[in-house]
């Protein structure tokens, strides 16, 4: 256990980049308590609601949290993260204001030596914000953001690349680089993942070249496409719908998406028949990627009979291999055989292509085929 603070530590850090808001309210922890969770001290709220009742609700458990004293020690630990209620449609209550400002109250009134407080906004906070000065006058405020003039961004983004690659000692010419951030469209999370995604890609090698990035990273808008069909396979319609909503604000194709989706079931069959029949096995990875698919002879000249000319990264092998696990070779046949007749209908109907696309998930998501992708 640490040593008990001479008084209480009281930490707000926000801004836009949400990523490093909360990648840093996670250093502050580990720094400040690095044994909380271990010795069953902390206690994390989730502020990431929109409706007046969800943000009193965790207002009064914040209020709760830094008043109590722990039955495991002399350290007490809040972690109230991704707070979206200091501003936005719940911040309009007279309610919430009035529970923000009481909590405001209590941090000036001052905690007991032995609290720690984090509180992580997702967003920037105005200056004038009250709260925003309460916790200035007794802790410390740390904010993350980044510029929203895209020239700007571009340059930020572009810096904050070079230093990754510099760190985990990887070199690429300037062409690389330029092909990295227009694949990956930037924002600190994508780069920190893709970053190292590259980086047990290359293992020893250091030199990073365009078909590596090309293989290894997806364009940014098939990357939604990805994260779309992975809301499908997991059964997530409300998120599905969102993510076609996005994607055709974006100008993302239609027809692109459909014949993707039907891919990845194709693909998802095909290893989901590999994995019975012993050509294939997923083994436990050693990285926050997950597992590895190993393949025998038989196996890889089967992946590469199904993927033609399509190069499939390592980590997008595994991670469609694991999806197939949870279906049944008829279950995913039955799925391939629908999309593929959305892929047709998308030539043939006079329907939108994002509202078939629509329909689509509603069908394969349906109640009484929940069982069948969840």
Same mark, same amino acid.
């Given at each position: ?83 979206? $209620? ?26 007991? %030596? ?16 009250? $709260? ?8 410390? !405020? ?33 062409? !690389? ?50 994260? $779309? ?84 990264? %390592? $980590? ?50 349906? %109640? ?7």
């Amino acid at each position: 256990m640490t040593s008990k603070p001479k008084k209480a530590n009281i930490v707000l850090l926000h801004g836009n980049d949400e990523f490093l808001v909360d990648l840093n309210a996670r250093n502050v922890l580990k720094d400040l308590c690095p044994e909380a969770e271990a010795q069953g001290v902390l206690t994390t709220l989730r502020g990431d609601v929109d409706k007046v009742e969800d943000a009193l609700k965790v207002l009064r458990e914040t209020q709760t949290a830094i008043q109590s004293f722990s039955m495991f020690g002399d350290e007490n630990v809040t972690w109230l993260r991704e707070v979206k $209620f200091l501003s936005g449609p719940a911040y309009k209550s007279s309610e919430v204001k009035e529970s923000v400002e009481a909590l405001g109250a209590t941090l000036k009134a001052g905690l007991g %030596p032995e609290q720690t407080l984090v509180i992580s906004v997702s967003g920037k906070l105005d200056a004038r914000s009250r $709260f925003l000065k309460a916790v200035k006058d007794v802790g410390k !405020v740390h904010e993350y953001s980044k510029s929203t003039k895209p020239w700007e961004v571009e340059k930020e983004d572009m810096d904050l690349l070079k230093s990754m690659l510099s760190e985990k000692k990887i070199k690429a010419p300037p062409a !690389v680089l330029e092909v990295m951030l227009d694949r990956m469209g930037g924002g600190t999370r994508m780069l920190v993942q893709e970053v190292e995604k590259l980086d047990l890609y290359l293992g020893t090698r250091r030199d990073l070249t365009r078909e590596d990035v090309e293989l290894m990273i997806s364009p940014l808008k098939e990357i939604a496409a990805y994260t $779309f069909g992975e809301a499908v396979a997991k059964g997530e319609v409300d998120r599905a719908l969102w993510l076609l909503k996005q994607m055709e604000s974006q100008k993302v194709s239609p027809i692109a998406v459909v014949a993707q989706l039907h891919n990845q079931f194709r693909e998802m069959a095909l290893y989901r028949s590999l994995l019975a029949n012993g050509s294939a096995r997923l083994s436990s990875g050693s990285s926050r990627f997950g597992n590895k698919l190993e393949l025998d002879s038989a196996g890889a000249d089967a992946v590469a009979v199904v993927n033609g000319d399509r190069k499939s990264s %390592p $980590f997008r092998q595994a991670q469609l291999a694991a999806q197939a696990t949870r279906f049944s070779p008829a279950q995913l046949d039955r799925l391939s055989r629908m999309t593929a007749e959305a892929y047709r209908q998308q030539f043939l109907s006079g329907l939108p292509g994002f509202l078939q696309l629509e329909l689509l998930v509603l069908r394969l998501l349906t %109640p009484q085929n929940t069982s069948s992708v969840s």
